[in-house]
């Protein structure tokens, strides 16, 4: 059911785009916009994906933790830890978007100072800085709430802040133009709070935190923490207070501003441009959201897993999540690419999006494609990072190198090559970080098994390869003959992206299996020798949707003493 919602949530997603670029196309106007939107995007990764998850997360864990150990002398360390951070959090989140509102024109200059119409989009980055705060709560319920394994409503917020912008652009876009996307971004972000407030607010009022729960002493009023367990918690939220969210959120500042890098350099183009770029990217990243759909779900129990000393259980884990998340995302790359054109006639080419617009999104699109698995892995590779709350600056080492190598390669290719010259400077430049935070892991927190995670994207690329080959010649042969039989239209165009991802599907499989690096089997090969660090990974068969040593059951390599089951995970919700 997770993965159905943030499914959904994401095609909803596209269809936010695809109402963007029906009402307003892509011209200089949606350029503007675009510029605004930077905001929401930037605070996102910093609030929602990855500054606030990153930080929160095991910081909760540890709570829980603490709380079913029956640590907390008298205190709920959950409520502590809310009572502690959440009111320093929100004012401060409310001092950053005040001042963001004010200097929205400074902020334009900044992002984009070559775009023809600043003022369009100064007023709409005065409305999506709203979303500073409105984020910055969203993210604080939802990482609370998954690490309780409460999965199911933090999966509906982009099913309701995508709501919010397609029915303001319907309903507001007839008499402000683009500004009613801006104005949906804004009623956007209150929605995802008012879907999460609730359920977050049950799990502090209700048996977590009754009187006779885990971690209360006896006859002491629920979350009735001391001021002394207060500071702990609050000192240890990100394990080294400061030190922790400073390297997280500079972390997620420097992967995000490779957009910054994108709007500054396309605002010297030609008026669409930045609108290109945008539903490039937006359609090229749907592989990769879907794939690190199982990193959001299994953060948790890394967490744990380190935060109950059990750095097997957390290795098996994080290499089964890269198998997975590199097959799911090389596997949509080789379909990106093969079905580049007529998927972005599908999705776009009506009412002001011509066909000029889904030529050029097309050729930007493929060339984005070839970073999605440096994406996906810098996104799954992170977590492991930080999933034992210790300050670490490697991350933000290798992001910066990387950032460094998109501005270079874009300011040297955007001349000769435009868009397409910034779309690969973007691919180069998080593949490199990619590289760098894999090769990095193995001294670090969770130390990965470096010969085995290479073997897996190995295959997959081999497979990915295949694929995109079956799937470029199936899309030829669909097109010439679909001029015949059905013409161009809307009609052809599903066909086309039907019969070529199918194709691309199955030989993705049949090569993957043929190398024997089907993902989710457990294990790397069935002749790998046994060893002290070849620990048997295949999790047991009577619960394979149980994480290998999450807190659902015990699986191989429990720290001693380690809980069986904590008290506040119940039946299937957190699947």
């Not at 070559?114 to 989009?121: I, R």
């Not at 997280?248 to 890098?261: D, E, K, P, Y």
């Amino acid at each position: 059911m997770t993965g159905a919602l943030t499914a959904a949530g994401a095609l909803l997603g596209l269809v936010r785009d695809q109402t963007l670029a029906h009402l307003f196309g892509a011209d200089g106007a949606t350029d503007a916009f675009l510029v605004a939107w930077t905001v929401p995007e930037f605070a996102s990764t910093l609030l929602i994906e990855d500054g606030m998850a990153l930080v929160l997360v095991p910081a909760f864990s540890a709570a829980l933790v603490h709380r079913t150990r029956g640590g907390s002398a008298g205190a709920d360390p959950v409520r502590a830890l809310v009572r502690t951070t959440l009111p320093r959090l929100a004012l401060a989140l409310a001092v950053v978007a005040v001042v963001a509102v004010v200097a929205a024109p400074l902020v334009v200059d900044l992002l984009a100072p070559g775009l023809p119409d600043p003022d369009l989009a100064v007023d709409c980055t005065r409305l999506t800085a709203t979303c500073l705060l409105s984020f910055g709560l969203c993210g604080y319920c939802g990482a609370a709430l998954r690490a309780h394994g409460r999965f199911f409503v933090p999966a509906t917020i982009y099913l309701a802040y995508n709501t919010g912008i397609i029915t303001a652009m319907f309903v507001l876009g007839g008499r402000w133009g683009v500004r009613s996307a801006a104005v949906g971004v804004a009623v956007g972000g209150c929605l995802m709070v008012a879907v999460q407030a609730p359920a977050l607010w049950r799990r502090l009022r209700g048996s977590d935190s009754a009187p006779g729960a885990p971690g209360a002493a006896p006859g002491t009023a629920p979350g009735a923490a001391r001021p002394a367990t207060r500071a702990r918690l609050a000192g240890g939220a990100g394990g080294a207070g400061g030190a922790l969210i400073a390297s997280v959120l500079l972390f997620g500042a420097c992967r995000q501003s490779q957009v910054l890098i994108e709007r500054f350099l396309g605002s010297s183009l030609p008026a669409g441009a930045i609108s290109h770029l945008n539903y490039a990217q937006k359609v090229a990243q749907m592989p990769m959201v879907l794939s690190l759909m199982v990193c959001t779900v299994t953060f948790p129990a890394v967490a744990r897993a380190l935060a109950g000393g059990d750095t097997d259980a957390a290795r098996r884990r994080v290499e089964r999540d890269l198998g997975l998340v590199s097959a799911v995302v090389l596997c949509g790359t080789a379909a990106i690419v093969a079905t580049a054109a007529p998927l972005v006639e599908l999705l776009f080419q009506r009412g002001a999006f011509t066909a000029e617009d889904t030529t050029a999104t097309a050729g930007v699109m493929r060339v984005y494609a070839l970073g999605l698995l440096g994406h996906a892995l810098v996104g799954a590779l992170v977590r492991s990072y930080f999933s034992a709350r210790r300050p670490t600056w490697y991350p933000l080492l290798s992001m910066a190198l990387g950032v460094g190598v998109t501005a270079v390669l874009g300011a040297l290719a955007v001349g000769p090559f435009g868009v397409r010259g910034i779309a690969a400077a973007n691919a180069a430049g998080i593949t490199l970080g990619a590289v760098l935070l894999l090769c990095g892991t193995k001294r670090r927190t969770v130390p990965l098994r470096l010969d085995r995670v290479t073997r897996q994207l190995a295959r997959a690329a081999a497979a990915a390869g295949c694929a995109t080959g079956a799937g470029v010649l199936c899309a030829a042969r669909v097109e010439r003959a679909r001029t015949t039989a059905l013409g161009d239209g809307v009609h052809g165009a599903l066909c086309t992206v039907l019969a070529t991802s199918l194709t691309v599907l199955v030989v993705f499989l049949l090569v993957l299996r043929a190398l024997g690096g089907l993902p989710g089997r457990g294990h790397d090969g069935r002749n790998e020798p046994a060893g002290p660090d070849r620990t048997p990974d295949r999790a047991p068969t009577t619960a394979p949707a149980t994480p290998t040593g999450s807190v659902d059951g015990p699986g191989p390599g429990r720290a001693p003493g380690a809980p069986h089951r904590s008290p506040d995970r119940k039946g299937t919700d957190a699947r």
